[in-house]
């Protein structure tokens, strides 16, 4: 996940919510600008072999970074509030990976990371307590259910990335283009640029801008670089603003006021996030200079 997560969910919420978009809305206006944004790099890279990564492996990153992550997302915000997939879907991201790498990549996790992990696991139970009890709304526990199906997701293409060893750049062009074709024409052909068409159209650009401009290239360009670089047990637990940023945004654009079960597991979220992230490098045995 990355820090334009917060804003964009929160935005994605809003104009569900208030503006009248529905999530295939969402999901097209992002594709169809990052996949415009992102076509002349494709081209340059040779879109016949998509860059040199080949057609299965660009269909099996467009399937676990593209269109399936970003319908569970944006679907999930229809039915749970903003604070759910702020804290749920990055935590969730940050286990799954770590499990994932482990198995695929063979990137052992140091007993710290496990704790960090554990953590995380007990806030996302605490979160999703409001779905059991009712307090989040009667829907608020299939919302969550999709925030786990999104993080699957994710997670997934995070280690195809660092196994196949994609650069950033060409990652994000083949989802981003690949994507747009996926969706936008299905879109149309099922009367969805007539519905597009009755919304504000400064409020569809500005949507366009921050899911497909933001969100869906600069910011996840970012992580997949992290991801290249740093490893995917690593890079995945620097998201540790996410939830906090999510849930404090959802007060004052949504009024969505957290449940006291919402703000223990958003502490305990944040807690095992910084744990993974600060408590190794203090860990590792400094080295003596010998002069």
Known sequence: ????????????????????????????????????????????????????????????????????????????????????????????????????????????????????????????????????????????????LLFLGAATAWASFSVLVRRWRVDALRAITIVSVLSAVATVPGYIAFGGGAHIATLPMHLVIWQGLLQGGLHGVLATLGFTHAVRVLGVSRAVFFAAVVPAISVLIGIPALHEIPSVAQWLGLGVVTLGLMIAILLPPLLRPTRRKHG
């Open 1 to 144: 996940m990355s820090l334009g997560a917060p804003l964009s969910f929160a935005a994605a919420r809003m104009a569900i919510l208030n503006d009248g978009f529905t999530p295939a809305d969402l999901i097209v206006a992002r594709y169809a600008v990052a996949g415009l944004v992102m076509l002349p790099v494709l081209l340059w890279m040779r879109a016949s072999d998509l860059g040199g990564i080949g057609w299965r492996r660009g269909l099996m990153l467009m399937a676990t970074g593209g269109p399936a992550f970003t319908v569970l997302q944006t679907a999930g915000l229809a039915y749970a509030p903003l604070g759910h997939g702020g804290v749920i879907t990055p935590a969730a991201v940050a286990i799954l990976s770590t499990a994932l790498a482990a198995v695929f990549l063979r990137e052992r996790p140091g007993v710290v990371h496990l704790l960090g992990a554990c953590l995380m696991l007990c806030g996302i139970l605490l979160v999703g307590s409001d779905a059991l009890f009712g307090s989040g709304g009667p829907h608020t526990w299939f919302g969550d």
